[in-house]
């Protein structure tokens, strides 16, 4: 039986994804040289439909890497100075947290509980930041930041980088990159892509930065520091053989979303999202996680179930609908549903079906 | 047309990676979780089917990485204590040199001609090394070192882990592992997969060394280092979300190599290089450029051409089959001919004859 993965990442595959791989293998593409002009156009074209479909100004790079994860890393060598600000309300907010803490730096962190928002407001903090990190939508927790109040509070801290994990919410949310230093983001949430590749935005004052700490000779790692990726970025290609496969498929899944127009994505993603929250709201047994409407994310919808949700999955399961577990201390207690580009409006319909009865 | 690449990585795809590909897409098993147990499934088959081709004891761990360019700098960030030992013949033993010397450690290297093998008679090293670095198969220039020299060197220096790079002749060399403390590969070269993947293949050695140096308070990274890869191997994982089709297709590809036998590839690894040094011997125009016969590597194959490389690539190019050049300096002076199991007998038949002419 074919399955709908209702999963936040890895997730379902954007339609597009097989015919794209099967048209990469016929024209032999992962045999192509990463320094041939083959690799290079397919790096230019990943990079440009991007920066399109993510409205990214010209002066921004686009650095590629093999997780989020790994951006995490390369972020704090290559752009912390010396304290950054985390505002932490989930565990992928928490994790990044956690590589700046493990790789010798003392990040200071602004916690509030699993299904809030964040302090925008924090009375005292310890250090002025370099850097500010913001989860934009918490996957583990269904809570989407507002950007304006991003904004805001960067103005407090004008010299600080602010950088903004998208991971579970690019391309929907609508960045003004003026206002941020960096995004990033993995495949194999809203693109639809098999896992295995970090997209890291970068601007010209994360450039920057990174170039005085590399000046300052402090260790900023070595193939991945932003002045190797820098190098090789001009002549679209990678420090390393990257996963040309996954590059080639970014470039291809965001030409189809340009030709469908980021307008109608978000578009429909509101619709779907509503529909869901519309029906849990409504439905006696389940309660949303998120409280306040406003911080609900729109691409992961998290509701407590009333029940340990093991029946409710494998019943779901047996009909062909793969639903994410509650993250961590929540695993057993709630359904988290992605409601990426990949899942159709007649895939929701069939879950909210599946979930009235 | 269908190329056939005879190019040293990117390189011709494995045969059955059509297939292993559209079966992994069929079954959706890249939408699924990397916590669940089809992954870990998919994990242990690639880590059991790895360890048994190469004959790798049980008391190793596998890793997996993104590219051995990232291995380079997990091993000088988790297994390199004071001094590195580095024996350089071409570029990618470089690469390793100048990854540890990025990192801030001063590494010594006894340096030879390309075309050379190493000399494992240095006169005067300056260090005892702690860690020693052979490139089994220099892709470079085609040269391949003696597994038995290896391993009287080392034993001079008991206390150093000797790591040895197999990126370009793993799974032909027969290594004895209680000789090394650590071997590793990127997929896209003889197992003929998709670049995006590299396979870490460390001893208890090495992974005592690791959690010593992390003990001691250095930087040692964060999810890579070796106790957060330890932490997730044990239960078929990795910290990040990984290259699942990668990892998928490395189990796939490796079942493939057994069901037909390592001996057998070998055998024919044996015979299409036999064939190819044999011809360039004997031509007039061509020259090879490892000198001594017991150099020249089983799995790339370079030869000096008469002229300027340009047009003879052309040529071959227009009739389908795609020659490696000559690398870095050498660079339109050489073919670089890829003699992994990808490449059949027939492929090398056809290039000969093409090149008689």
């Known amino acids: 039986m074919k399955k709908t993965f209702f999963t936040p990442g890895p997730a379902a595959l954007y339609p597009t994804v097989h015919q794209h791989l099967i048209e990469g293998l016929t024209q032999q593409l992962f045999s192509q040289s990463h320094r041939s002009a083959t690799y290079q156009a397919i790096h230019a074209k990943a990079v440009g439909h991007v920066k399109e479909l993510l409205g990214v100004p010209g002066n921004f790079q686009v650095f590629?890497?093999?997780?989020a994860t790994e951006i995490w890393e390369r972020l704090a060598q290559n752009c912390l100075d010396r304290h950054s600000l985390h505002f932490v309300n989930g565990s992928f907010s928490r994790r990044f947290f956690d590589i700046v803490t493990a790789l010798g730096h003392a990040?200071?962190?602004?916690?509030v509980p699993w299904g809030e928002g964040v302090d925008f407001d924090p009375k005292s903090l310890t250090h002025v930041p370099d850097l500010i990190n913001f989860t934009l939508n918490e996957t583990s927790t269904g809570v989407r930041l507002s950007l304006d109040e991003i904004y805001q509070f960067r103005a407090k801290y004008p010299e600080a980088l602010v950088t903004l994990d998208m991971v579970s919410i690019a391309p929907y949310a609508a960045v003004d990159?003026?206002?941020v230093d960096a995004g990033y983001f993995s495949v194999q949430k809203c693109f639809g892509l098999?896992?295995?590749?970090?997209?890291?935005?970068?601007?010209p004052r994360a450039i920057e930065r990174a170039a005085a700490i590399q000046a300052s000779g402090r260790n900023v790692g070595s193939y991945h520091s932003f002045a190797s990726l820098l190098k090789y970025a001009q002549k679209n290609q990678t420090p390393e053989t990257p996963n040309i496969s996954a590059v080639y498929l970014l470039g291809k899944v965001c030409e189809d979303m340009l030709s469908k127009g980021i307008e109608q994505i978000r578009a429909e993603t509101r619709e779907k999202a509503d529909m869901l929250y519309d029906f849990f709201a409504q439905h006696p047994s389940y309660e949303l996680f998120v409280k306040i409407p406003a911080d609900r994310s729109p691409t992961v919808i998290v509701v407590n179930t009333p029940d340990d949700n093991k029946a409710l999955?494998?019943?779901?399961?047996?009909?062909g609908l793969i639903v994410g577990n509650g993250y961590g201390p929540m695993k057993g207690k709630q359904l988290r549903i992605a409601n990426f580009p990949a899942v159709s409006?007649?895939?929701?319909?069939r879950l909210i079906n599946l979930l009235m009865n």
Chains 1, 2 share one sequence.
């Open 313 to 319: 999955l494998s019943r779901l399961a047996a009909e």
């Open 107 to 111: 990040p200071e962190k602004v916690e």
């Open 194 to 203: 098999p896992a295995g590749l970090g997209v890291l935005i970068a601007g």
């Open 177 to 179: 990159w003026s206002q």
């Open 64 to 67: 590629f890497f093999s997780s």
């Open 345 to 349: 409006l007649e895939d929701v319909r």
